[in-house]
Every structure is written in structure tokens, then in C-alpha cells.
């Protein structure tokens, strides 16, 4: 358990570091605003998905997950 909650910690550090770095440089990309929202959203949800998935991962070495969430 102790080990799960270690591999959490640090996958949302990386994934804090990474979100960090594209909020830094999107600015630095020259974009009209739809496309720069587009891409801010994407970013978003492809970095939640990351998340979930690497929780639900990790967890289910430990909790008895549902069958329709096992990812193996």
C-alpha cells in the first residue's frame, strides 16, 4: 500500500512538472486563440487520462477492482 501511494505521489509529480512546462511554452508558440484553447483543452484531457490510468494501474495490485475496469 505504502508503495502505491509512493507511485502516486510521483506520477503526479511528473505529470505537475510536464503541466508546468507546456503552461511555460504554449505562450512562446505563436497562435490565434481557438487553436490555443484547442490545444489547452487537449492537453487537459490527455493529461487526466494519463493520471487515471496510472491510479487505476496501481491500485489494482491492491483493491479488488470491477472487471470492466481491469486495463490488462
Known amino acids: 500500500m505504502i508503495g ?5 505521489i ?10 508546468w512546462a507546456i503552461q511555460q511554452l504554449l505562450p512562446l ?22 493520471v487515471l490510468y496510472v491510479i487505476i494501474a496501481l491500485l489494482g495490485g491492491v483493491v479488488a477492482m470491477p472487471t470492466w475496469l481491469h486495463l490488462r
Not at 510521483?10 to 503541466?19: A, D, F, N, P, R
Open 29 to 50: 508558440i505563436p497562435l490565434p486563440e481557438p487553436f490555443r484553447r484547442i490545444i489547452y483543452v487537449l492537453m487537459v484531457v490527455i493529461l487526466v487520462l494519463i
Open 10 to 19: 510521483i506520477t503526479l509529480i511528473i505529470v505537475g512538472v510536464l503541466w
Open 4 to 8: 502505491t501511494l509512493i507511485g502516486i
